[in-house]
C-alpha cells in the first residue's frame, strides 16, 4: 500500500518560513519524481515545485528564489522550504509521487499552510 504522509504545515506571519515534509512508503522512492502542489479555497490545484528522480527541480514563477525543493532518498522523504512567505501562498499544500515510464501517480492527504499576522 502506497502512503504519502505530509507534514509541517501551520500558521505563520508573512514573511517567515516554514518547511514541509513528505515521507513516502510502499514504493521505490529514487524512481518517483516528487512534486509539491498547492489549492487555496475555490481555486484550481497548481504545481509549486517539482524534483525529478535525477535530482532536477523546476519552480512556478510565484514561489522561484523563494521556495526550494529537495529530497532525501535514504529517508524517503521530500522537503519543500518556503521563505518569505506571503498571504498568497496560503493553501493545502499537496505531495504527490509521479513515475515517468509507467504514469503511476500517488498523492498525499494534504497540510495546510496560512500566512497570516
Known amino acids: 500500500q502506497v502512503q504519502l504522509v505530509e507534514a509541517g504545515g501551520g500558521l505563520v506571519q508573512p514573511g517567515g518560513s516554514l518547511t514541509l515534509s513528505c515521507t513516502a512508503s510502499?514504493?521505490?522512492?529514487?524512481?518517483?519524481?516528487m512534486d509539491w502542489y498547492r489549492q487555496a479555497p475555490g481555486k484550481q490545484r497548481d504545481l509549486v515545485a517539482d524534483?525529478?528522480?535525477?535530482?532536477?527541480?523546476n519552480y512556478a514563477d510565484s514561489v522561484k528564489g523563494r521556495f526550494t525543493i529537495s529530497r532525501d532518498n535514504a529517508k524517503k522523504t521530500v522537503y519543500l522550504q518556503m521563505n518569505s512567505l506571503k498571504p498568497e501562498d496560503t493553501a493545502v499544500y499537496y505531495c504527490n509521487a509521479y513515475h515517468r515510464i509507467t504514469r503511476q501517480s500517488y498523492w498525499g492527504q494534504g497540510t495546510q499552510v496560512t500566512v497570516s499576522s
Open positions: 510502499g514504493i521505490i522512492f529514487g524512481m518517483y519524481g
Open positions: 524534483i525529478t528522480s535525477g535530482g532536477s527541480t
